[in-house]
């Protein structure tokens, strides 16, 4: 026989010794609702089920029954067959008072105290139903039954057996071997882990004694007996459990018994219970079997009178029809029954909102504004009944436009109840809180249609039993931060302070938790007639971004550059539409950023986009978790950053270089810029000295601007010292300067950094030039000045430069101070900066780039390269160069110079009041402009000679500007006779027209350029060949009056012959004076005069400058008719040959004219060809004719001249005819 384990849901689960577990124990397990089926414990829970059972022993002795905790044993184990050894106490007490019997009664109130071992087992009882009795002693005596009723046992027909549980039994050998092969692997792998631990030092040295071995107190070795001892009381335990479950096992028989016999009784139980269940049911059902009372009093109303009043009508007899009549009567009464009612019973009783009420076809129809409408009528004369419902609306929408019937019938009951118990006011409290529901249902709808559509993941809709909340934003400060939400519900509309009013009555409210606090004293404005839960979603997350933009807004603006106005803060906030609100902030001068917030995230989106805005987008929406308090500082982080940016970007642009720091100790830098810095700049200019720094300090006060020199650093600073001894210098800060701006945040434009480098620059300049000064022991001052420009305030220098003069002086052919007395007093003003970019082929290419051939050859454009020391000659380089302004006084100004106005030259001017002359010198940044000053004032000498030869051509020319370099004359204002004397004109005055010669080129080759327009573009090169020629200036002057009638006259005729398609009419220009007219005619064939091939009639004309008597005459003579017969053309001409006219006369075959008049006479001449033209039916000139052109002849000389873009595009074209040519043809003959 072996043993077995079975578990029951009402089982005896043993934690204690084995004398807890007797039958008889004082606890009783509470019997389940019904048995539960017997669950089989599977082979991998066996031992976890003797574990748990034998540690809750261990642990205390508690004992539980009818528990089904974590910790307790859910089966049974038990064993089957010989009851030897096993230990009963089910008669324990009625032993005997044997061996066993004098210690019972103290060992009775023992705890847990096991049986001797020596105790014989006493049989167990046979079932005694079963019809078998054991006989057993008791007491003493002997246990025989007595026949008689042995015999009436054997007599009774017992019933069967009770049901015998068997199921889910498991041997008691498989949990002890089990338990056996888990402690044998438990000290194999406990042996293995000490054969791992380290051994004590000692021990591996080999120095370990006899008395270190038994008195070993090392960690290893205590490591080691704890491991050991830990295993040891693990497996004590183990099998302490297992001792006390087979002690127990061996009374598992009468436990069997026990737990049938419990079962048993339990299911007898629920077989009362069931039939108490079944009776109560019956008694319930039969109810409806039952017969009413007999209604006497109707029955003796009917019997008597035939007929009860209190008996509704059954409509078993249809009444007759109305009629139309009786139907408007019955109407009429109840309208006016209504109206009584109303007026006279109910005035005092009608609730304020049902003021507003119409009576009309039998019914009065209560109208609430927003809410509803219901109908109601009545259904008897006594005013004191009731009225009854009738229809109800709805007066907002979206609604129900037709309620299904089940909701009206509802509405229907409810209603009439109402009018029945409160009357008019309970039927309006019901509607309208009715009505409040179902808005608030509607924005249930809708905001889940929302939340499912539109503003998926944006919102949270929730019911809080009648309110509504609707949660927003909801991911936008992460799980653990702050939330917002609305909450919709119903307000009792009752007054906090006073007294009520009969309007008070309740409505919708809304609450508004705004990150996770509510905003108190906040108007929510909502329309509840047309309901919208998008429009109040957007309203609210509207106030919430206007708050947040507000709030960002108030920050800013008291900041210095937004309080100042120096940078811009606007802010636009839209009651409704959150997507319109925004701030703009200017970071820059033109850079703005615009602030918004995304409605159904809550995101900030900073444009327009740039990386930059996206960086900051990105920190703001995910390290701002309060926004209105802290988005400011994201701003004016980003301000900085982008003030930085321009300087970097603009900054290189215009040569700036973004440094480290060059080596000052952060100590000295400490006592120069402010504390409350935030970040700070280094700054360097290309061009300038390594030891000249720029420092821009930047704080939520703005920036400043400091110009600091060091110590100079070493040629490579960067690299370690060559030893351990050697170290690197110190680099020192040898002056500081904040540059005085006007403006807290200055904007950091082109315009900004170039000022910041001029003003700087002007610093320098005026330091280097008075530590040059002061070395040369020259007397100067410092003194206010305005010619400085208007955006910065520099103070001008005065030097006395008599004795640097003299010395020059020595060294020069002529003396320039020997007529002009220049007083001793110079003023020197900062004008501003130049960068240069100096190649090496620049440098030393010839003897023309000579210093000295520079100086003696000035120009408007010139590089004054002999002031400057020589560049590196390996690679190009950028300098910068510092312009100063030199004034020079002369006590008497010559006559000479009374023609010269205003500006004199690129780099010089001349006052004629005051004689002073004012001179621009350049010169690099640090460097002093004395020895450059100097040379240019001698330079001035050679100005007088320009001058006077331009007072021999007074009558023709007209002097506007003279330099070194260019002189800029005008000329045609006025009309020259014969005799070179100004003639006056009738009508309009002549155009005058600007002429430049140039004569600044290194190869003494002088340029003339003319305007735009210019008639003598045409001849430009002819006149170019005559200024580099003998006549010079001279011819030129001379030609352009004499010319420009003539061409003048030649322009019209070009543009009277564009609009006549039967003729084209060509000018070619031979010389200055010498031009070449030519007509190209199209008459048609006399045999058919529409024919496709008609004749072309070439007429050409000379026009040249001749000589009489001294004066200059234009003769017009024509050329093609050499050798003919007189034809058509002679004939339409004739008039113009034997006529005489202002400033030209006819001379049979030809005319001459004088300058005033050769214009008239080509005019007269190209009237009698277009006459011809037209009088001869000539035919139209084919589409694809030849274009007209002025033919210019080639000049040698025409590489010399570099005219204008304007002029290029006058040479190369022809006037207004020139747009419908497609093709030149030029004939010469």
């Given at each position: ?8 849901p009402?089982?005896?689960v ?6 807890d ?15 539960a089926?017997?669950?089989?414990i599977?082979?991998?829970?066996r031992?976890k089920?003797?574990?748990e ?5 261990a642990?205390?002795g508690?004992?539980l029954?009818g528990e089904s905790k974590a910790?307790?044993m ?6 089957n ?5 096993s230990?009963t106490?089910?008669?324990r007490d009625?032993?005997?008072?044997g ?5 019972y009664?103290?060992e ?10 020596n105790?014989?087992?006493h ?5 005694g139903l079963?019809g078998?009795?054991t006989?057993r ?5 002997d246990?025989t039954?007595p026949q008689d009723?042995k ?10 057996e ?7 039994f498991?041997?008691l050998?498989?949990?002890l071997?089990r ?7 438990d000290?194999?792998k406990?042996?293995?882990d000490?054969a791992?631990m380290?051994l ?9 004694s006899h008395?270190?071995?038994?008195d070993d107190?090392?960690q290893e070795n205590?490591?080691?007996k704890?491991?050991?001892?830990n295993?040891?009381q ?6 302490t459990?297992?001792?006390?479950i ?11 018994k026990?737990?049938?016999l419990r079962l048993h ?10 039939a ?17 009372n007999?209604?006497?009093k109707?029955a003796l109303a009917?019997?008597?009178?035939g007929?009860?009043p209190?008996?509704?009508e ?7 029809p109305l009629?139309a009549?009786e ?8 309208n006016t029954?209504?109206?009584i009612r109303l007026?006279?019973?109910e ?8 003021t ?16 509803f409408?219901v109908?109601?009528t009545?259904a008897?004369?006594?005013p004191?009944?009731q009225?009854?419902f ?12 037709e309620?299904p019937?089940h909701?009206r019938?509802?509405i ?5 109840e ?6 008019l006011?309970?039927c309006y409290k019901?509607?309208h809180?009715?009505v409040l ?11 889940v249609?929302?939340?499912r ?6 919102l949270k ?7 509504l909340?609707i949660q927003y934003w909801l ?6 931060g702050?939330?917002s ?5 119903v307000?009792?509309?009752?007054r906090k302070?006073?007294r009520?009013?009969?309007?008070d009555t309740?409505r ?5 938790f705004?990150?996770?606090?509510e905003v108190?004293?906040?108007d929510?404005p909502?329309?509840a007639v ?9 309203t609210?997350v509207?106030k919430?971004?206007?708050?947040i ?9 008291a900041?210095p550059m937004?309080?100042?106005g120096e940078?811009?803060?606007s802010?636009?906030?839209?009651p409704?539409?959150p997507a319109?609100s925004e ?6 001068s033109?850079?703005?950023i615009t602030i918004r917030?995304e409605?159904?995230?809550g995101r900030?989106?900073?444009g ?15 390290q701002?978790n ?5 988005a400011h500082t994201?701003?004016?982080?980003l ?5 930085m940016?321009d300087?970097y970007?603009?900054?290189s642009?215009?040569?700036w270089?973004?440094?480290?720091n060059?080596?000052v100790n952060p100590n ?6 402010p504390?409350n810095t935030?970040?700070f700049i280094w ?5 300038w000295a390594?030891?000249?720094?720029f420092?821009v300090s930047m704080?939520v006060?703005?920036e400043?601007?400091w110009?600091?020199e060091?110590t100079?650093?070493?040629?490579d ?8 001894t050697?170290?690197k210098d110190p680099v020192k800060?040898?002056?500081s300067?904040e540059?005085p701006?006007?403006n807290?945040s ?5 315009g900004?950094?170039a000022?910041?480098?001029?003003f700087?620059?002007a ?5 280097t030039i008075?530590k040059n000064?002061?070395?040369?022991r020259?007397?100067?001052?410092l003194?206010h ?8 305030k ?5 030097l006395?430069?008599?004795k640097?003069?003299a010395s020059?002086?020595?060294d020069?052919?002529f ?7 220049l ?6 003003t900062f ?6 970019t ?8 010839g003897p023309?780039?000579?210093?000295q ?8 454009g ?14 190009p ?11 020079l006084?002369f ?8 023609i010269i106005?205003d500006?004199?030259?690129r780099d ?9 002359f ?21 330079r001035?000498?050679?100005l007088?000679?320009?001058i006077q030869?331009?007072q ?6 007209h ?14 204002k006025?009309s ?6 100004i003639m006056?004109t009738?009508?309009?005055r ?7 010669v ?6 003494n080759m002088?340029?003339?350029?003319l ?6 573009l045409e001849?430009?090169d ?9 006549q010079?200036l ?5 030609l ?15 543009n009277?012959?564009?609009?006549i398609?039967q003729a084209?009419a060509f000018v070619?220009?031979r010389?200055a004076?010498?031009y070449i007219?030519?007509y ?7 045999s058919s005069?529409n024919?496709p ?5 070439k007429v050409?004309?000379?026009t ?6 001294g004066?200059?005459?234009?003769e017009?003579t024509r ?7 007189p ?5 339409a ?7 005489n ?20 006479l080509v005019g007269k001449i190209?009237e009698a060809?277009?006459?011809f033209?037209?009088g001869?039916?000539?035919?139209e000139?084919p ?5 007209t052109?002025?033919?210019k002849?080639p000049a ?7 005219p204008?873009p304007n002029?290029s595009q006058?040479q190369?074209q022809g006037r ?7 093709m030149e043809i030029?004939e010469?003959?």
């Amino acid at each position: 026989s072996g043993f077995h384990a079975r578990s029951r849901p009402c089982t005896l689960v043993a934690r204690g010794s084995a004398s807890d577990l007797a039958p008889g124990a004082s606890q009783t397990p509470n019997p389940p609702l019904l048995p539960a089926p017997p669950v089989k414990i599977e082979s991998s829970e066996r031992t976890k089920v003797a574990e748990e059972g034998a540690g809750g022993a261990a642990k205390g002795g508690e004992r539980l029954e009818g528990e089904s905790k974590a910790g307790s044993m859910p089966g049974v184990i038990m064993e089957n067959g010989s009851r030897n050894g096993s230990h009963t106490n089910h008669d324990r007490d009625q032993r005997p008072n044997g061996i066993h019997g004098a210690n019972y009664a103290s060992e009775k109130g023992k705890n847990r105290a096991e049986p001797p071992p020596n105790v014989t087992p006493h049989p167990t009882a046979s079932n005694g139903l079963n019809g078998k009795v054991t006989e057993r002693q008791q007491n003493g005596e002997d246990g025989t039954i007595p026949q008689d009723v042995k015999a009436q046992i054997d007599q009774l027909q017992l019933p069967p057996e009770i049901l015998h549980i068997t199921d889910g039994f498991l041997p008691l050998s498989s949990l002890l071997s089990r338990l056996a092969h888990k402690t044998h692997n438990d000290l194999s792998k406990t042996i293995l882990d000490m054969a791992q631990m380290p051994l004590p030092a000692s021990a591996t040295n080999g120095n370990a004694s006899h008395a270190m071995a038994n008195d070993d107190n090392s960690q290893e070795n205590l490591a080691k007996k704890l491991k050991l001892l830990n295993f040891a009381q693990d497996a004590h335990t183990e099998w302490t459990k297992a001792l006390i479950i087979t002690n127990w096992s061996r009374r598992s028989e009468e436990i069997n018994k026990l737990i049938d016999l419990r079962l048993h009784l339990y299911g007898q139980k629920e077989l009362y219970r069931f039939a108490i269940d079944g009776l109560a049911e019956l008694k319930k059902n039969l109810v409806q079997a039952r017969l009413p009372n007999p209604d006497l009093k109707t029955a003796l109303a009917v019997l008597t009178t035939g007929k009860a009043p209190w008996m509704p009508e059954l409509g078993y007899i249809q009444p007759p029809p109305l009629t139309a009549k009786e139907i408007l009567k019955s109407l009429e009464n109840l309208n006016t029954l209504l109206s009584i009612r109303l007026n006279l019973h109910e005035y005092d009783k009608i609730p304020f909102h049902f003021t507003n009420y119409t009576i009309q076809s039998g019914r009065v129809t209560f109208d609430v504004a927003g809410e509803f409408a219901v109908d109601l009528t009545i259904a008897d004369e006594d005013p004191e009944t009731q009225f009854w419902f009738i229809d109800f609306r709805f007066l907002f929408s979206p609604s129900l436009s037709e309620m299904p019937p089940h909701v009206r019938g509802h509405i229907d009951a409810r209603v009439n109840e109402s009018l029945m118990k409160d009357g008019l006011s309970g039927c309006y409290k019901f509607l309208h809180n009715m009505v409040l529901t179902h808005k608030i249902s509607e924005y249930r709808r809708q905001a889940v249609d929302l939340a499912r559509g539109k503003w998926i993941e944006g919102l949270k809709v929730e019911s809080l039993n009648r309110a509504l909340s609707i949660q927003y934003w909801l991911d936008r400060y992460g799980r653990k931060g702050p939330k917002s939400w609305i909450i919709l519900g119903v307000h009792s509309g009752k007054r906090k302070i006073g007294r009520s009013h009969p309007k008070d009555t309740s409505r919708l409210f809304i609450r508004w938790f705004r990150d996770s606090k509510e905003v108190q004293d906040v108007d929510i404005p909502f329309n509840a007639v047309d309901i919208s839960a998008e429009l109040l979603l957007k309203t609210v997350v509207a106030k919430h971004i206007n708050f947040i933009l507000t709030s960002t807004h108030e920050n800013l603006r008291a900041k210095p550059m937004f309080a100042s106005g120096e940078a811009t803060l606007s802010i636009f906030c839209s009651p409704n539409e959150p997507a319109e609100s925004e701030l703009r902030v200017q970071l820059t001068s033109d850079r703005h950023i615009t602030i918004r917030i995304e409605p159904i995230t809550g995101r900030f989106i900073l444009g327009p986009t740039s990386k930059l805005a996206a960086e900051f987008t990105y920190r703001i929406n995910e390290q701002c978790n309060d926004p209105a308090t802290n988005a400011h500082t994201y701003i004016e982080e980003l301000r900085q950053r982008a003030i930085m940016d321009d300087l970097y970007v603009r900054g290189s642009s215009l040569g700036w270089s973004r440094l480290p720091n060059p080596g000052v100790n952060p100590n000295d830098l400490r006592s120069v810029i402010p504390k409350n810095t935030s970040q700070f700049i280094w700054l360097q200019k290309t061009g300038w000295a390594k030891n000249w720094f720029f420092c821009v300090s930047m704080s939520v006060n703005g920036e400043r601007w400091w110009l600091i020199e060091t110590t100079k650093p070493a040629p490579d600073t960067n690299a370690a010292p060559n030893s351990k001894t050697q170290k690197k210098d110190p680099v020192k800060i040898i002056s500081s300067i904040e540059l005085p701006l006007s403006n807290v945040s200055p904007a950091i434009g082109y315009g900004f950094l170039a000022n910041i480098n001029f003003f700087a620059a002007a610093l320098v300049s005026h330091y280097t030039i008075q530590k040059n000064l002061h070395g040369r022991r020259a007397r100067h001052k410092l003194s206010h000045s305005s010619c400085t420009p208007s955006t910065v305030k520099l103070p001008a220098l005065y030097l006395q430069p008599s004795k640097m003069l003299a010395s020059l002086n020595q060294d020069r052919k002529f003396n320039a101070g020997k007529k002009m007395l220049l007083k001793d007093v110079i003023q020197l003003t900062f004008q501003g900066l130049e960068a240069r970019t100096i190649h090496p082929k620049n440098i030393h290419t010839g003897p023309s780039s000579s210093p000295q051939n520079q100086a003696q050859t000035p120009g408007a454009g010139q590089q004054h390269l002999n002031a400057l020391p020589p560049p590196k000659l390996n690679a190009p380089h950028e300098d910068v160069f510092v312009i100063s302004e030199a004034r020079l006084v002369f006590s008497s100004p010559p006559a000479a110079l009374k023609i010269i106005k205003d500006s004199i030259d690129r780099d010089i001017a001349f006052h004629q009041t005051s004689g002073a002359f004012a001179l621009r010198i350049r010169s690099r940044v640090g460097e002093s402009i004395v020895p450059n000053l100097m040379e240019r004032v001698v330079r001035i000498e050679r100005l007088v000679n320009f001058i006077q030869i331009l007072q021999t051509q007074e009558k023709s020319v007209h002097c506007e500007t003279i330099s070194l370099g260019r002189i800029t004359f005008t000329y045609g204002k006025v009309s020259l006779d014969a005799k070179g004397k100004i003639m006056e004109t009738d009508g309009d005055r002549p155009r005058e027209h600007t002429a430049v010669v140039d004569f600044s080129a290194a190869d003494n080759m002088m340029k003339l350029i003319l305007e735009r327009g210019n008639p003598h573009l045409e001849i430009i090169d002819h006149l170019t060949r005559i200024l580099n020629g003998k006549q010079g200036l001279d011819g030129v002057a001379n030609l352009l009056p004499l010319t420009l009638p003539i061409l003048q006259g030649l322009d019209a005729l070009e543009n009277a012959w564009a609009s006549i398609p039967q003729a084209h009419a060509f000018v070619n220009v031979r010389a200055a004076d010498w031009y070449i007219i030519r007509y190209n005619i199209s008459l048609p064939l006399p045999s058919s005069p529409n024919g496709p091939s008609p004749k072309t009639l070439k007429v050409m004309f000379q026009t040249k400058l001749r000589q009489r008597r001294g004066s200059p005459w234009w003769e017009i003579t024509r050329v093609d008719s050499r050798g003919r017969e007189p034809d058509g053309v002679d004939a339409a001409l004739a008039p113009v040959w034997t006529a005489n006219g202002n400033g030209w006369m006819g001379m049979r075959v030809s005319a001459v004219a004088q300058a005033n008049g050769v214009e008239d006479l080509v005019g007269k001449i190209d009237e009698a060809m277009q006459k011809f033209v037209k009088g001869s039916g000539a035919a139209e000139a084919p589409a694809n004719a030849p274009a007209t052109s002025r033919a210019k002849a080639p000049a040698p000389q025409q590489k010399l001249q570099q005219p204008t873009p304007n002029q290029s595009q006058s040479q190369s074209q022809g006037r207004s005819n020139a747009m419908k040519r497609e093709m030149e043809i030029v004939e010469i003959d």
